[in-house]
């Protein structure tokens, strides 16, 4: 990479070029100007996705205001007043971020509905669950076991019970219609 | 898209652009675009009766000059706030007819508080100075916008605010050529107030207004 000072005419040349619209020579410069670029914004936001989205940021500032540049100036302040501001503007930007950001804690409740809040009972409806399984008729729970509790596939169930696809299905409906009456008669 | 591609893209069809002129150039254009629009609502309005007398008053021209330099000079650094690498004294440049300006208003004011006996205060509400100064200006300070859009909007809320003050200003300079009201305290808060109000409403639409052009790469 050349020293910014030292590139600063050969840089004005190729944006008078750039200006008449001679693309290599555009290319060229952004190029060069790129890495100087990089180490400004690296020097305000250290290394990381950021620096690179900034850089390219400037590069779109800088093609979008090209025609301001006044081919009887140096360079190198009209590059440097862009990149200033454009570090300024991503620095208000992810302030304007972390502002509106709110680290939100994990909430033990959501709604003040007893529906929404099991608590402590969550441990008295799951053994009065694992109750009702155990009184199911065996194929009814063999199916319950397989698909619900084990969350095995119907393939998967199929093949570990040696029953039909359509008997687990049918078995496995009439277990919940069964569960669903005896924990209804509980509550 | 990493860099180098971004800049393929951008080099690739890019078109020939022309440089913007100096500030300078650029302020004396919009002040032959201005100009017409403001003498025409001069002379629809018709110049005040007195207007030959009130041009022999030094005043009364000291702060038509000041109003009018201000409106040149903040035209000017209006137009340089949007030259990344702009010399930052420019920006003061309009403070110079600006304090002049006030300072004739502020002794108009004295003198007045010094004769309070014998004449009371000449103040009164005027509220015709704030549409009069809107609707002289809006030409001009279209024609601002449109200008200073083209430029990069390194500070836009001061872009914005110096190119309301040029365009109140010389709106103004109008007013007062139809307008009859010399009252310092008058001209003071209703007009120079007027013109301190659009400049601080520019101002704080800045941002809005003033936006990096968005460039889609093709």
Known sequence: MREPEQSGGDWAALMRAAQQGDAAAYAQLLREVAPAVRSMVGRRWGRGAEVEDLVQEVLLSIHAVRHTYDPARPFLPWLMAIVRHRIADGARRHARKAANEVTIDVLSETFLVDATNPGDDRGADTDALHKAIAGLPPGQRQAIELLKVREMSLKEASAASGLSIVALKVAVHRAIKTLRSKLDERT | ?218
Not at chain 2, 95 to 114: F, I, R
Not at chain 2, 140 to 150: C, D, F, N, S
């Open chain 2, 1 to 218: 898209m990493n860099t180098d591609d971004l800049i393929a893209r951008l080099a690739r069809d890019i078109a020939p652009v022309h440089p913007l002129p100096s500030p300078v150039r650029r302020a004396a254009i919009w002040f032959a675009v201005a100009l017409p629009p403001v003498a025409l609502m001069v002379l629809a309005m018709s110049p005040r009766p007195d207007l030959a007398e009130r041009l022999q008053d030094g005043r009364y021209l000291l702060e038509q000059a000041a109003a009018l330099a201000t409106a040149v000079l903040a035209a000017v650094a209006a137009f340089s706030t949007g030259i990344p690498g702009h010399p930052k004294w420019v920006v003061f440049l309009p403070l110079v007819p600006l304090a002049a300006w006030l300072g004739s208003l502020g002794e108009g004011c004295w003198q007045m508080w010094l004769r309070l006996d014998s004449e009371g205060v000449h103040f009164h509400p005027d509220w015709i100075c704030i549409p009069a100064i809107a609707m002289t200006a809006a030409v001009p300070g279209a024609a601002m916008a449109a200008m200073i859009r083209r430029g990069a909007p390194l500070m836009p809320r001061l872009t914005a605010a110096l190119g309301a003050l040029a365009a109140a200003a010389l709106a103004d300079v109008g007013l007062r050529l139809f307008h009859p009201q010399d009252a310092s305290l008058m001209v003071l808060v209703w007009q120079f107030g007027t013109v301190a109000l659009l400049t601080a409403m520019a101002g704080a639409a800045g941002r809005l207004v003033l936006r990096w052009p968005r460039v889609v790469p093709r």
